[in-house]
């Protein structure tokens, strides 16, 4: 079974980048359909971005589609959400999350997830 771990949160204004990193171990990564979400303070958690096994089709959550890219690397068991042009209401608690069967952008529908790393926007 793979184990996630998130990375490279922070405080950031508005209009700036981040560059989000998971990191698996356990279980053979490439098997996995890796997905984001984030969770604001009070609010449900949300799809952010998925991809496949392979790398390809990637899918976004329309308030992110344009700004945000995810990407994998097999090969270091990583995948990476890049963030540009953020916003106050990107602000919230961002998950990596996996399954081994197929993708979805239901929140719970994944059985792996990390601890989530905390991404701050200011206006």
């Known amino acids: 079974q793979v184990q996630l771990g998130e990375s490279g949160g922070g405080l950031v204004q508005a209009g700036g980048s981040l560059r989000l990193s998971c990191a698996a171990s356990?279980?053979?990564?490439?098997?996995?359909?890796v997905a984001w979400f984030r969770q604001a303070p009070g609010n449900q958690r949300e799809f952010v971005a998925t991809v496949s096994r392979s790398g390809g089709s990637p899918r976004y959550a329309d308030s992110v589609k344009g700004r945000f890219t995810i990407s994998r690397d097999n090969a270091k068991n990583t995948v990476t959400l890049l963030m540009d042009s953020l916003k106050p209401e990107d602000t919230g608690v961002y998950y990596c999350?996996?399954?081994?069967?197929?993708?979805?952008?239901?929140?719970?529908?994944?059985?792996?997830w990390g601890q989530g790393t905390q991404v701050t926007v200011s206006s």
């Open positions: 356990g279980g053979t990564f490439s098997s996995y359909v």
């Open positions: 999350e996996a399954t081994s069967l197929e993708g979805s952008t239901r929140p719970g529908y994944y059985s792996y």
